[in-house]
Every structure is written in C-alpha cells, then in structure tokens.
C-alpha cells in the first residue's frame, strides 16, 4: 500500500528557508517519479518539482527556479525540498505525490501531476 507522509512545513519570514521531507513507503524509489505540488488558498493545484526517482533528473518551476532543490535518498525512500528566499506567495499546503512508473519523466510528472498524494503540510511565509 502506497503511504506518502510530509512534514517539516510550520510559518517562516520572507527570506527564510525551509525544508519539506516525504517519507515513502509501500513503493520503490527508484521505478518511480516523485513530485511536489502545492495549493494556496482559493487557488488551482500547482506544480512546483519533481524528480525521478531511478536518475535523478528534475523538473522546476518557473516560480520556484533558482529558489528550491528537490532531492531524494533511494535507499531511505525519502523525497526533500529545500526552499529558500521564501516569499509571501510561497504559502500555501504542499503535498508530495508518487507516480510508480518508471518510464515517466520529472516534467511529465509535473506537467500531469499524476499519482497517488499525501495528506499534505502547510508552509506560510509571513512577518
């Protein structure tokens, strides 16, 4: 069974950082392709990174280029994502997702933002 559990979201300044962790169970890392997709209140669903699992590969974000690395360790199937020079409109729940194919691409994952989601965690960049 598929289990995606997120944690590390909490309120951060403008500026700040902060860093999601998902832990995966159920599934293999390495045939599969991992995202981050985030909702801000009375907004669509968004992508904002992705990775596959088996190389790494990854897939941005305009808005969050330059800002967020996505990363994983296989071998603790655990997907991050560094965020830092948060702003305001970074707000928003952030769900970690898994698509357990491993012929889909991080941008594919993205651009579909397919799979099974997590339960999702709340960041809210604020002074």
């Known amino acids: 069974q598929v289990q995606l559990v997120e944690s590390g979201g909490g309120l951060v300044q403008p500026g700040g950082s902060l860093r999601l962790s998902c832990a995966a169970s159920?599934?293999?890392?390495?045939?599969?392709?991992i995202g981050w997709f985030r909702q801000a209140p009375g907004k669509e669903h968004e992508a904002v990174s992705c990775i596959r699992g088996s190389d790494g590969s990854t897939y941005y974000a305009d808005s969050v280029k330059g800002r967020f690395t996505i990363s994983r360790e296989n071998a603790k199937n655990m997907v991050y994502l560094q965020m830092n020079s948060l702003k305001p409109e970074d707000t928003a729940v952030y769900y970690c997702?898994?698509?357990?194919?491993?012929?889909?691409?991080?941008?594919?994952?993205?651009?579909?933002?397919?799979?099974?989601w997590g339960q999702g965690t709340q960041v809210t960049v604020s002074s």
């Open positions: 997702a898994v698509d357990r194919h491993p012929v889909t691409t991080a941008q594919a994952m993205c651009v579909m933002m397919m799979g099974s």
């Open positions: 159920g599934f293999d890392l390495d045939y599969s392709a």
